[in-house]
């Protein structure tokens, strides 16, 4: 097990990131879901861990291989997410990567839809718990340094400035996902880091480099 390293300047610090999609059923064998590989979330738990940070990964079913040494919780929904988080939590920090699904299956079958039945299946749908938005209007026991992620295909820069007023975390890490970007899927990110202190845009690099920039940023923030 790799972990966190026994010195550097996250060590004592421990952070919570959530990673990957999640699934929310419709029946036995179907679901809805984001897309996401859980690439740039565990690459973060990486960086993080490099820097001694203690990591509680809190991951949907993602393709991604688990980062070795976190601390590993698996979900598959967005309610189970948000109960891990709570679980896991105090944190020094909270870094929220995930592609979480914003609607659920309000009565997921437990039995196969079948075809046959004939006519189409109708689908009701249930808005899920905003983990992000919840964490970080904690009254009690908020992180000192809550991080978010917008992914956006459209005015990219005002929609996540929004966003993170809206939802009241300290920095929002955007990233146009646009297709044309080829970014989803891929192995480079460009993204722009938005906090009260205005935008700053990162060139492309790869994500693990993403991630080590960040991190080290998480590290000026928690120890000053
Ligand atoms: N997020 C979350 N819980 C949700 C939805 C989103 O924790 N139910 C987090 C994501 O992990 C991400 C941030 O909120 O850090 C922004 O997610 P995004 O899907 O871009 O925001 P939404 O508020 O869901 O808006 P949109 O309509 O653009 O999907
Ligand atoms: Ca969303």
Redesign the pocket.
Known sequence: IQGALSEGPLQGKRVLV?SGP?HEPIDPVRYIA?RSSGAQGTAIANALMKLGAEVVFVTGPADAARPDGVHLVEVQT?AE??DA?RGCLPADAA????????WRVVSASDSKIKKTKGGLPTLEFA?????????SQMDDGRPGLV??????TDDVID??TA?RL??G?DW??ANDVSPATGIMGGSENAVTLISDGGSEAWPRMGKADVAEKLAARVAQALIK
Do not use: H, Q, S
């Open positions: 959530t999640t984001n967005a997410m948000m988080v870094i929220f990567c995930a592609a979480v699904a914003d808005e899920n718990p905003d983990i992000l938005a919840t964490v991080v978010g992620f917008a992914a956006e929609n996540a966003k809206r939802k975390c929002i890490v």
